[in-house]
């Protein structure tokens, strides 16, 4: 069954795809959004507290699990927005120095940068946890400073706040929504896109993009009585915002067979970043912080300066049950010279980089956080070298079908149009072309802004 055309299809639901349906319905687009994880329904204790996955639509988090890699993402309507520690934050400056494509710098991206502020409203957190005092003494010891990150959340009213344990942390900062609570993006940008006339179709993975002489037909594949159904629609815009490891597996798909996409460009998969990610703790000691009921992240400590890297605490997370014995944990982000490639071969993703580069920034990571840990009087526990340099993980996957100034050196140009397939676009952290050393989803909907309004500008 053939569906009626649309303006514009737009495949995930995360920061690129929202930014994308709310400015195409605004403009009048016919705009369809494919969305393969489910609406959540934040009521629901199991789906807040479920971050079990699967490979088709159940859980809202996925896990990729590939030769060279694990990472996860988010797998419902709202994307990682759905599972993320909510903390909005742009790159620092000199990020933008080099690798970007030349129409793109710091200071041009400052009212693409605010647009985003306006929808998501961010705000930091302004009670004084324990954790930002602990957090002030490492940041002494490792010659950094404290900053208080801006959350995509709304602080919650004096009751509320008082009626959490910090046990049940985890499911009340999904879930405060009436006063307060982390605000995902089925709050904000696709709330709106649904108010200005998007259709979003949820449990619908889209699996293949064919090239037509003019526009594309896109095929999906969705579930209806248990059992799966293909269908397709045609196009004129598509939007790829499938979360950089989905969209690098379909442009590969696509770029296979000749009715797809067969003149991507040969430097697919290349310039692949783990966002110098890695996972830290602080435990046993009498100096780690009182746990609370504050959000999962409430500040981290800048080290950029001397070490191009973040310490980002992520409160003491209940998986034990007596919360005195939680360790502090840490998620580190940085820039270190770390390049690495996704290829795909017999049918699956597999990630290569240097490995020397890997284990000369984890005994870095592993060194400062020796140095956080004495600070406190507690001990320290990074991810073992063995497992980081075999299998790097990561929460923040970027590049791999990144922004270029031509097709030698990427797969996009800089309002992330893919070279040679006019119409086609690739909005997700996929186009990033560089590692950011911080979380990137201020940057993907920043650039999405961008690439949107150079879209609708130039007429449909
Ligand atoms: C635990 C965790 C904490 C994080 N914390 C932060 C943070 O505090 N701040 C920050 O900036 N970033 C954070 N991130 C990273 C952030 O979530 C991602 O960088 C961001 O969501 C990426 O946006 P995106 O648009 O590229 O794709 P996503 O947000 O990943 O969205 C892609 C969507 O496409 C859907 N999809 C995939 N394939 C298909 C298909 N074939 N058809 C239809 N739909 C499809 C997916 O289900 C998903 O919903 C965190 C990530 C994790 C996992």
Redesign the pocket.
């Known amino acids: 069954m053939i569906h009626a055309d649309a303006d514009i299809a737009i495949?995930?639901?995360?920061?690129?795809?929202?930014v994308a349906a709310l400015r195409a319905a605004e403009a009048g687009l016919r705009t369809v959004v494919?969305?393969?994880?489910r609406r959540l329904d934040l009521q629901s204790e199991r789906e807040r507290r479920d971050v079990l996955l699967s490979r088709f639509t159940s859980g809202p988090?996925?896990v990729h699990s590939m030769p060279g890699l694990l990472a996860?993402?988010?797998?419902?309507?709202?994307?990682?927005?759905q599972?993320?520690?909510?903390?909005?934050?742009p790159p620092k400056p000199e990020i933008f120095d080099d690798q970007w494509p030349g129409d793109i710098n710091w200071q041009s991206m400052q009212p693409w940068f605010e647009r985003v502020r306006d929808v998501i409203q961010p705000q930091t957190v302004a009670q004084p946890f324990d954790r930002q005092r602990k957090l002030a003494a490492i940041a002494n010891a490792l010659n950094g400073h404290v900053e208080a990150l801006p959350?995509a959340w709304s602080p919650p009213s004096q009751t509320q706040q008082s009626n959490i344990t910090a046990t049940d942390l985890h499911g009340q900062w999904q879930t405060w929504q009436a006063g307060g609570g982390k605000r995902p993006l089925t709050q904000t940008y696709l709330k709106r896109a649904e108010e200005e006339g998007a259709e979003v179709r949820c449990e619908?993975?889209?699996?293949f993009i064919e090239s037509l002489p003019s526009g594309y037909r896109v095929h999906?594949r969705y579930r209806s009585n248990g059992a799966c159904i293909d269908d397709s629609i045609r196009a004129d815009k598509v939007v790829i915002?499938?979360?950089?490891l989905?969209?690098l597996r379909?442009l590969f798909r696509c770029r296979a067979a000749v009715d797809g996409l067969p003149n991507l460009s040969p430097a697919l998969g290349r310039h692949f970043f783990t966002n110098g990610d890695m996972g830290a703790a602080l435990w046993r000691g009498a100096g780690l912080p009182q746990a609370d009921n504050g959000p999962l992240?409430t500040a981290w400590v800048d080290l950029w300066q001397h070490e191009r890297m973040f310490l980002m605490e992520t409160g003491r997370f209940p998986i034990v049950n007596a919360s005195d014995r939680a360790p502090w944990l840490f998620?580190v982000m940085g820039d270190p010279p770390i390049d690495g490639a996704i290829t795909f071969e017999k049918g699956r993703l597999r990630h290569r980089c240097e490995r020397e580069s890997v284990s000369v920034f984890h005994r870095r990571v592993s060194i400062l956080m020796k140095r956080a840990a004495q600070a406190i009087d507690a001990r320290s526990l990074v991810v073992p070298a063995t497992v980081f340099n075999r299998r790097p993980v990561t929460?923040?996957?970027?590049g791999g079908a990144r922004m270029a100034n031509g097709p030698r050196d990427g797969v996009v140009d800089s309002h992330q149009q893919v070279f040679g397939y006019p119409g086609l676009y690739v909005?997700?952290?996929?186009a990033i072309p560089r590692q950011l050393g911080s979380?990137?989803?201020?940057t993907?909907?920043a650039c999405?802004e961008r690439a949107m309004a150079k879209m609708l500008e130039q007429g449909h």
């Open positions: 495949i995930g639901s995360g920061f690129g795809g929202s494919f969305e393969r994880g988090a996925q996860l993402t988010g797998n419902a309507l709202g994307g990682g927005s599972i993320y520690t909510a903390v909005k934050m959350l619908a993975e889209v699996t999906y915002a499938a979360g950089t989905n969209t379909l992240v998620g929460v923040h996957p970027l909005l997700d952290g996929a979380p990137p989803s201020m993907i909907a999405a």
